[in-house]
């Protein structure tokens, strides 16, 4: 699912943390060398672990993936969330219309709601991939129960008939150590995405075929929901009435569609 409102509120803490930032520049002109440099060392761990936790795509080390290699040139990657739902069946349509391939995140409990649907992703050639059991989030569990969630969405899908590719979404992209350990050590990538458009808040399709294609550029990762949470009968009419619309734009402007996996 998007989070808008946490989008605004991780830009109030990035002014805040500017202001607070020069405030302290100013004091410091008093303060001895020794001590400055342990404030800012400790000021800028501090950002960088609420950052890491945060912020989806944001980690120091280039463990998270959130967009596509350089080559081939003019790609890009559509991605879903939150699914498979009843809808779902018609966003297969529109990309069958469209010749696109797209990575599905799926989650387990939504997938034995409709495990004929998630068969028909794979039927269709698109990848699916594990967002988890549940929309459950997990930053704050230990690395055993991410484990346990990741494992547990491996083997429900795999009985379902779709062995999901070793990619791993967390529910609202949120992550820890502990997140990246589980996903390190059952194989998976972790991945984030380079722009969401807050189509589960149900704006005019036509704003969000603007967020989508305004700022377009090669290595996008494009973050879309076929579900919404754990909810049985989600709404995403808005995002099925743009994405025809995505597709030609982004397609008129030379871009090309890959999986995740094929990446
Ligand atoms: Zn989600």
Request: proline letters at 6%.
């Amino acid at each position: 699912m998007g989070a808008k409102p946490r989008a605004w509120v991780n830009r109030g803490l990035v002014v805040l943390a500017i202001a607070v930032g020069v405030e302290l520049i100013l004091r410091l002109a008093t303060i001895p060398a020794a001590e400055k440099i342990a404030i800012l060392v400790t000021a800028a761990a501090m950002g960088g672990v609420v950052a890491f936790r945060e912020i989806p795509a944001f980690d120091p080390f280039g463990r998270v993936h959130w967009r596509l290699p350089r080559r081939p040139e003019r790609a890009c990657a559509i991605t879903f969330d939150d699914g498979p739902s009843a809808s779902t069946r018609r966003v297969v349509e529109i990309l069958a219309r469209h010749h696109v391939k797209a990575t599905f995140f799926v989650l387990a409990a939504n997938a034995r709601r409709h495990p004929e649907v998630l068969r028909l992703l794979v039927a269709q050639g698109h990848t699916v991939a594990v967002h988890g059991v549940t929309h459950k989030k997990v930053h704050r569990d230990t690395q055993a129960s991410v484990e346990r969630e990741l494992s547990t969405a491996i083997a429900e899908l795999s009985a379902l008939g779709a062995p999901p590719a070793r990619l791993y979404r967390p529910p609202h992209g949120l992550k820890s150590a502990a997140t990246l350990a589980a996903a390190r050590k059952l194989g998976c990538q972790l991945w984030a995405w380079s722009r969401g458009i807050w189509d589960t808040d149900g704006p005019d399709p036509e704003v969000l075929v603007k967020r989508a294609t305004r700022f377009a550029s090669s290595r996008m990762v494009l973050l879309l929901h076929d579900g919404r949470g754990d909810e049985e009968h989600p709404d995403i009419e808005p995002m099925l009435s743009a994405l025809p619309r995505m597709l030609d734009r982004l397609s008129a402007d030379g871009f090309t569609f890959l999986t995740l996996d094929r990446a």
